[in-house]
């Protein structure tokens, strides 16, 4: 089934439940954060698509209060969000759909830094593709995008590491009470295309970024790219 961000309620509990309490989630954006704000230019634009409900920026704006940005998502109860939170002259909105990224127009600005944080595990691998080349011809040169996201793993046949490494090193808050095997089945009628880390790093490369994982536990990661 998949995600469903224009139920009001299903936003809701996300925005107030999930995104903030994932231990793992937190640890991504902790570094996600630390490098835009020992980074960041004032004056320079940040994009982000699949902005959701702007938690990613205002946890940025408390290390970088000035910092401006220019969020993308498809819904518009996630962007009403984002709206109640950051201010219009920090964060522009646009409303669009990522699977169809060549239609995008974004406003004319010095794009320094671009990141997608759990948002690019809902597109097809095509639309990713379409999406990194959007980002690396929109970013100015010596640019850099970071990518948060649930990535595709081999849990079939990796099981054995995978069932101990959830075992014995996952924070207790982000299995609850599930086992591996209940998590990877909870994750297959997710109706969702997440891709492999290799591929997506692969496909970085090849337009010209610079590119590596940063951190990685189990499924979800994060991956620095460098104009
Ligand atoms: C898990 S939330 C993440 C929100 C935000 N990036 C964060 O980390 O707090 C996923 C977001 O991706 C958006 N999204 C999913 N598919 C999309 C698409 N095809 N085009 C644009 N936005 C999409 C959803 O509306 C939702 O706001």
Same mark, same amino acid.
């Given at each position: 089934?998949?995600?469903?961000?224009?139920?009001?309620?299903?936003?809701?509990?996300?925005?107030?439940?999930?995104?903030?309490?994932?231990?793992?989630?937190?640890?991504?954006?902790?570094?996600?954060?630390?490098?835009?704000?020992?980074?960041?230019?004032?004056?320079?634009?940040?994009?982000?698509?699949?902005?959701?409900?702007?938690?990613?920026?205002? !946890?940025?704006?408390?290390?970088?209060?000035?910092?401006?940005?220019?969020?993308?998502?498809?819904?518009?109860?996630?962007?009403?969000?984002?709206?109640?939170?950051?201010?219009?002259?920090?964060?522009?909105?646009?409303?669009?759909?990522?699977?169809?990224?060549?239609?995008?127009?974004?406003?004319?600005?010095?794009?320094?830094?671009?990141?997608?944080?759990?948002?690019?595990?809902?597109?097809?691998?095509?639309?990713?593709?379409?999406?990194?080349?959007?980002?690396?011809?929109? &970013?100015?040169?010596?640019?850099?995008?970071?990518?948060?996201?649930?990535?595709?793993?081999?849990? !079939?046949?990796?099981?054995?590491?995978?069932?101990? !490494?959830?075992?014995?090193?996952?924070?207790?808050?982000?299995?609850?009470?599930?086992?591996?095997?209940?998590?990877?089945?909870?994750?297959?009628?997710?109706?969702?295309?997440?891709?492999? &880390?290799?591929?997506?790093?692969?496909?970085?490369?090849?337009?010209?970024?610079?590119?590596?994982?940063?951190?990685?536990? &189990?499924?979800?990661?994060?991956?620095?790219?460098?104009?």
């Amino acid at each position: 089934m998949k995600d469903n961000w224009d139920d009001q309620q299903f936003a809701t509990d996300w925005d107030e439940t999930s995104a903030v309490k994932n231990p793992n989630r937190l640890a991504l954006l902790e570094l996600l954060t630390a490098i835009v704000s020992d980074n960041y230019v004032e004056g320079k634009y940040i994009l982000d698509l699949g902005c959701g409900s702007g938690l990613v920026e205002q !946890q940025i704006l408390e290390k970088l209060p000035n910092a401006k940005f220019v969020g993308v998502d498809a819904s518009d109860i996630m962007l009403a969000k984002s709206k109640e939170r950051i201010s219009e002259d920090q964060l522009i909105t646009i409303k669009h759909n990522l699977e169809q990224i060549d239609t995008l127009s974004i406003p004319p600005a010095e794009y320094q830094i671009a990141f997608t944080s759990f948002a690019l595990h809902e597109i097809s691998s095509e639309s990713k593709r379409k999406v990194f080349k959007f980002i690396y011809d929109n &970013l100015s040169p010596n640019g850099f995008y970071i990518l948060v996201d649930r990535f595709k793993i081999d849990a !079939q046949n990796l099981n054995i590491g995978y069932s101990s !490494q959830w075992k014995h090193t996952l924070h207790p808050e982000w299995k609850g009470n599930l086992s591996f095997a209940d998590y990877t089945s909870k994750m297959s009628v997710k109706d969702d295309s997440p891709d492999t &880390l290799e591929d997506q790093l692969a496909w970085l490369r090849q337009l010209g970024f610079k590119a590596d994982c940063l951190q990685l536990q &189990l499924d979800r990661a994060l991956i620095f790219a460098i104009k």
